[in-house]
């Protein structure tokens, strides 16, 4: 198996040199792949030095968006459907749902990340907190996703020491995650219920800025990201890029543990590994996208929103109070947009047609159900 390298970018690099400090030795191509541009050229590109203050991708909801929230949870219920079946049209939001288009635009053709703060999780029972959680969701994109072949629509991410597999299984460690994206869904959703007593930071990080940087200084890695030979493992063995150009926009998608495996879920030695060209490239994006990120303050009640085709994210390393508010919950959702998403190369349909579109079981457990997790070998 090839081996990874760690490239370290100091503090003080800016960008540019963030993306020369991740090279590799490999000699340039003069050319990128056909198709793909010299530069990008759009919103989406951004470093986390860009955003000087919080308001910048912080919507606050006023007291009388929470009162018209909690007015449509009791028309929803007066309706006497089951939550699952919650729409823009049965969950009515006619005053906050300007604020939530604007928003969808902006993860979906702006800077690809957003949230909503003001919710009190305290102020609700789980059941209405997580319809308000879902109302929210379908007014900025209307379509919600399996997560994985049980047909778990709603997962919970928090720390489960019930058995080793679990405690391993990053969505329920308290360990540091790098950057990736999940494998299925145009936008990643999740509130955070609560909050660790340290740590746990959202992290985000633009692959447009990734990829501006490794067009200038290396076209080399383009190639070798955009080439149909990366080994992924799961949720079968098959081979594909890491990065597309599909209608003029740039779409990544890839995370290392199908690639590479971890000391939890070693890769399996029948299963080709990574060439030394590949590894140096999951490296380079990795150290780019450190040097570029956002760290974003969390608090319980957040309704997070990101671009899952554009942005990067990762999470920091955290740990867990006594206190049941101090024990890190978010409940994550996979969303796709029938007015905005973008078009989905042939090499991630299958993934999203397993998410989006074939029938089968939908669950949506409203708390974790530990003998179901993990719910594969690999995580994701």
């Not at 509130?191 to 990080?205: D, F």
């Not at 501006?212 to 080399?220: D, F, G, R, S, Y």
């Amino acid at each position: 198996m090839a081996t990874t390298t760690n490239f370290v970018v100091p503090a003080t690099a800016t960008v540019r040199d963030a993306g020369c400090a991740a090279l590799s030795q490999l000699d340039a191509a003069s050319t990128l792949p056909a198709g793909f541009p010299t530069k990008l050229d759009a919103k989406l590109a951004w470093s986390g030095a860009d955003f000087s203050d919080e308001s910048d991708y912080v919507i606050r909801l006023l007291d009388s968006d929470i009162a018209e929230i909690d007015d449509a949870v009791a028309h929803f219920k007066g309706l006497g459907l089951d939550g699952d079946l919650v729409t823009p049209e049965n969950f009515p939001l006619p005053t906050i749902r300007p604020k939530l288009e604007a928003l969808s635009q902006e993860v979906h053709h702006g800077r690809g990340f957003g949230l909503l703060r003001g919710i009190n999780p305290a102020s609700y029972t789980v059941e209405d907190l997580t319809l308000i959680s879902l109302g929210l969701q379908c007014h900025v994109a209307d379509h919600f996703g399996r997560q994985d072949r049980c047909g778990n629509m709603l997962v919970h991410i928090v720390v489960d020491k019930s058995n080793k597999d679990a405690v391993e299984h990053h969505r329920h460690s308290n360990k540091a995650i790098t950057f990736h994206n999940e494998e299925a869904g145009d936008i990643i959703a999740w509130l955070t219920r609560s909050t660790a007593a340290s740590g746990g930071k959202c992290i985000v990080s633009s692959a447009y800025t990734v990829y501006n940087i490794l067009a200038t200084t290396h076209i080399e890695m383009i190639h070798n990201l955009a080439r149909a030979d990366w080994p992924f493992a799961f949720p079968k063995f098959h081979y594909r890029p890491i990065i597309f150009y599909e209608d003029s926009k740039l779409i990544i998608n890839f995370g290392r543990a199908p690639l590479i495996g971890n000391v939890a879920y070693p890769r399996s030695a029948r299963l080709p590994a990574l060439t030394q060209h590949q590894a140096e490239a999951l490296d380079a994006i990795e150290a780019i996208a450190r040097a570029t990120e956002l760290h974003i303050r969390t608090q319980a009640g957040d309704l997070h929103f990101i671009n899952n085709l554009a942005i990067l994210h990762r999470r920091e390393g955290f740990v867990d109070g006594q206190s049941p508010t101090e024990k890190r919950h978010l409940v994550r959702s996979r969303l796709r947009s029938s007015k905005y998403g973008w078009s989905i190369p042939d090499g991630l349909k299958p993934d999203w047609s397993e998410a989006f579109e074939k029938p089968g079981s939908r669950r949506w457990h409203i708390e974790p159900i530990p003998p179901l997790f993990p719910l594969r070998k690999y995580p994701n």
